[in-house]
Nanobody, 126 residues
């Protein structure tokens, strides 16, 4: 139900913007998060945007480099990633919860959502 795009290969210091869209729900009504998971590693919360006030939460590892935002005209949530590092290499997933009252401060820790995308790979390498 959620579809990510925008992943790819980039050199260290480069930028990518990931997009998460759906045609089945109005994303602005729901908290939406991005997490990443590399092969053999645990799921890691990256960023999340709350419903209603659109306040945002970031993992310490990406704070100051990544920006999450809504594009309501496209029914999308974007993740702008700048100054990418090799350790950012992973598969990135967007996800949403059905309850607008669920807080991103919890979601970024638990990475437990109701709807998930299929993931888009990001490779940062020289």
């Amino acid at each position: 139900q959620l579809v990510e795009s925008g992943g790819g290969y980039v050199h260290p210091g480069g930028s990518l913007t990931l997009s998460c869209v759906t045609t089945q729900r109005t994303l602005s009504y729901y908290p939406v998060g991005w997490f990443r998971q590399a092969p053999g590693k645990e799921r890691e919360g990256v960023s999340c945007i709350n419903a209603g006030d659109d306040t945002t939460v970031y993992a310490d590892s990406v704070k100051g480099r990544f920006t999450i935002s809504r594009d309501n005209a496209k029914n999308a949530v974007n993740l702008e990633m700048n100054n990418l590092k090799p350790e950012d290499t992973s598969v990135y997933y967007c996800a949403a919860v059905i309850s607008p009252f669920t807080l991103c401060s919890d979601l970024i820790r638990t990475n437990t959502y109701d709807y998930y995308g299929q993931g888009t790979p990001v490779t940062v390498s020289s």
